[in-house]
């Protein structure tokens, strides 16, 4: 199936050329095949091909598709909410806890046509770069094993990299859908804030979550988009009305059209990039520019900002959110105990892993009364200006061009010796987060050791569509 789309899949159910359960048959065979990169935590054999027995009954039948996501096969990182499964946030404090509801996308996606093959293993509560972070073990890269696939989407993005479903479902705080679909060679993308429900994500940094798509190509992400962006009661910080599926299509006005392309003056010259990458960006924009774009160079003064305001808000917003697992009310609680308190500190303590720990921590530091004013509310200020700089940016300009990551997947065994090193890899997909910008990561090409690596297209707020548009539109240019 790969290099097939939704569409292809779709016309040959119709036809008679292919049926639910070979669709399914084949993606299950590929995990099986794969099962050594530790992609998937649970595989839902057979009540997926319960559901692939019904379409094809019904495409029987009825001769049509039963809903616009008929076809779909998709994945969930174990973040996020599946009725009456296991989410366990790869984390051991879960241990047990099933959820009781769908989370609305996925809702959404279910009532679609759309049917769920697994769950996606990932970093714990998405903190991390590289899916090492979790209780089921490191997520291995199909294009090196002995490799990351990034994080901490990382088995979201191998799940579409291994073609075991259509679409991989995961959760953008800082980069966690766009970094590991660098690194595996897929499409990743994050919608604006507020435009896909967060209802059913497990939260990590409420501020900066959001539902994220990755796949092999842009249509099939704005297939789905269409379906998950629609308002949700549960979710007061969403935007009411359908505003992706509503803004006009602008796949026949917006072909050719040119579009002004901003590049920030200080990556282009920074020694921070690898080569490969610097060469690649400097392609990326001649390409750009012989297809008739305006691209120019601006000055960015917040970038050596970036990465200490994201992890002063999202360790500060963690450090909240994960209260709530106090040993009492979900999954995980110490075996032995004389008091309350004990209770508590030891189901903490047993039950987080040491990134998540390391997070708490700081989170409580930077809220502490002593320190609020000097971290939190200076960060929430920095962010403030960042965001008020982009929001005039995306007046004059119609996209931003970034790298995504800072470089290819490292060896599993041989991690960046800083962990500072890390967290400065998020330097170029923190922005759009903090700003609640989408953003879409594009394969690029491949490193000298034949590793992916993608570029980052971002665009203003509640632009989804023209971005996605703008990405379809270069990649019909690119295979023409
Ligand atoms: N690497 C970032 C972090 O650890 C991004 C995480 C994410 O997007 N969930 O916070």
Known sequence: MEGKDLRYIQTELLNGNLTMQQLVKYYLSQIEKTSHLNAYTEIFREEVMHAAE???????????????????????????CIKDHKVSAGSRILDGFRSVYHATAIQYMLEAGAVIIGRTNCDEFGMGSASTHCIHGAVRNAADPDRIAGGSSGGAAVAVQIDSCLVAVGTDTGGSVRQPASMCGVYGFKPTYGLVSRYGLIAYASS???????????????????????????????????LYADSPDQEDTFAGSPQKIAVFKELLNSDNMDSAFAWAFRQNIQRIQSQGHEVEEISFPWLDYLVPCYYILTTAEASSNLSRYDGVRYGYRTAQYQSLEEMYVKSRTEGFGHEVKKRIMLGTFVLSE????????????????????????????????????????WEIQNPPSDPLKVYMSDIYTVLANLCGLPAISVPEALDESGLPFGMQCVSGKKQDKKLLHHVMDMQKWHNS
């Open 370 to 409: 002593a320190y609020y004013d000097a971290y939190y509310t200076k960060a929430q200020k920095v962010r403030r200006l960042i965001h008020d700089f982009m929001d005039t940016l995306f007046k004059n300009y119609d996209f931003l061009l970034l790298p995504t990551v800072t470089q290819t997947a």
């Open 208 to 242: 900066f979550d959001q539902i994220g798509l990755l796949a092999h190509n842009p249509e099939d992400i704005h297939r789905v988009m269409e379906i998950i962006s629609s308002a949700d009661p549960m979710d007061v910080t969403m935007y009411r009305n359908r």
């Open 54 to 80: 019904q379409i094809d009954h019904h495409i029987r039948t009825h001769q049509q598709l039963p809903g616009p996501l008929t076809g779909c096969v998709i994945s969930v990182k174990d973040l996020i």
